[in-house]
Structure formats: structure tokens, C-alpha cells
């Protein structure tokens, strides 16, 4: 007897760069979301010196393939020569169990970084995220205090991820299938 089941296709998802003025405010606007109203780590607003020289990574739910939010982000910046670090790894809190948004944006920050002679890459890790960032091969270094926040300050094998020298173009992600 034939199936009638039809496999649903999920959206996908961009992972890239922000590019354009709407992908970087939706970012700011997803971290104040996260990191002000629901986890209270700052009162007003999280953006500090660094989003003026750090590159945004945006996760970017899409209709019809088309753009359509943000959904996940991630900021990457060098602070010396060959050091690079990640901060402010968000996703909406409806986003979060879907196809490992966080794991790719990570993935593209890194990278993106290894394709700009990193040598090291660094990341203050919320406490609950470090099972997550061990699973993709980083290491723990030490445990450390940002804004009243217990963190793991971790650093990440680079030999796991390829240089992407172009991370505006980054990549599509589509979920896997699920059945109906």
C-alpha cells in the first residue's frame, strides 16, 4: 500500500553576514530582545564600542525563499592581530529548536575569522551554552564573570572549520525533513 504521507519541507534559513541596514537593526534589535528583556543581563541596551568594528552574522528566516527576519546572530571582531573573538550569540527564543541555528551561526563566525588569518578564536560562553560549543570542538579554558553572568571562556579548534572568505554569501540551511 503506497504512502499518502507528504514529507514537509521546513524553511530555510540564511546564515551570512548582515549586508544590509534591516539585517544589522534586526540583529541589535534580536540581542535587546535576549540579552535585556529576557535574561536582564543589561538594562537598557547591550551594544557597547564593539559592534562599530565587528562584522554581524545574521541567521534570517526566509517565506518563499525570500528574506524575511532575523532570527539568530552572532558577532565577530579581532581584537590584535590573529585573535579574534565571538560575543552576542542570540537566537529568538522561537527559533531556538530549530536545525541548529546557533551551531551554524557559530560556525560561520569561526569560519569567517580562520579565512582572515585567525590564529586564535575566543568566546565568553553563557554556562548553559558550553555543552553546545564542546560538541563542535572547543575547548574550555577558564571560567569568568561578564556582567554578573557566570561564562566559559573557550577557544575553538580551527582545523574543524574550512576558512569562508566570502561570509555575505554564507549559506543556505534548510532543517532536515520532517514527515506530516
Not at 578564536?121 to 572547543?138: E, I
Amino acid at each position: 500500500m503506497a504512502s499518502n504521507i507528504i514529507p514537509f519541507h521546513s524553511p530555510g534559513y540564511f546564515i551570512r553576514a548582515a549586508s544590509t541596514n534591516w539585517e544589522t537593526k534586526g540583529a541589535l534589535d534580536l540581542r535587546k530582545r535576549v540579552f535585556v528583556d529576557e535574561q536582564g543581563i543589561f538594562d537598557v541596551h547591550d551594544q557597547d564600542d564593539i559592534d562599530g568594528i565587528a562584522t554581524h552574522l545574521v541567521a534570517i528566516s526566509t517565506i518563499a525563499h525570500e528574506a524575511h527576519s532575523v532570527v539568530g546572530t552572532v558577532r565577530i571582531h579581532q581584537a590584535e592581530p590573529g585573535i579574534w573573538w565571538g560575543s552576542r550569540l542570540a537566537v529568538d527564543p522561537a527559533y531556538r529548536n530549530v536545525g541548529r541555528l546557533g551551531a551554524e551561526l557559530i560556525s560561520l563566525a569561526v569560519r569567517s575569522a580562520n579565512a582572515r588569518n585567525c590564529r586564535v578564536f575566543y568566546a565568553n560562553v553563557q554556562t548553559q551554552n558550553v555543552v553546545l560549543f564542546r560538541r563542535m570542538r572547543w575547548q574550555c579554558l577558564k571560567e569568568v564573570d561578564c556582567h554578573g553572568v557566570e561564562h566559559m571562556l573557550m577557544s575553538a579548534d580551527l582545523s574543524r572549520y574550512p576558512p569562508q572568505h566570502h561570509p555575505e554569501n554564507g549559506w543556505y540551511h534548510r532543517p532536515q525533513k520532517i514527515a506530516a
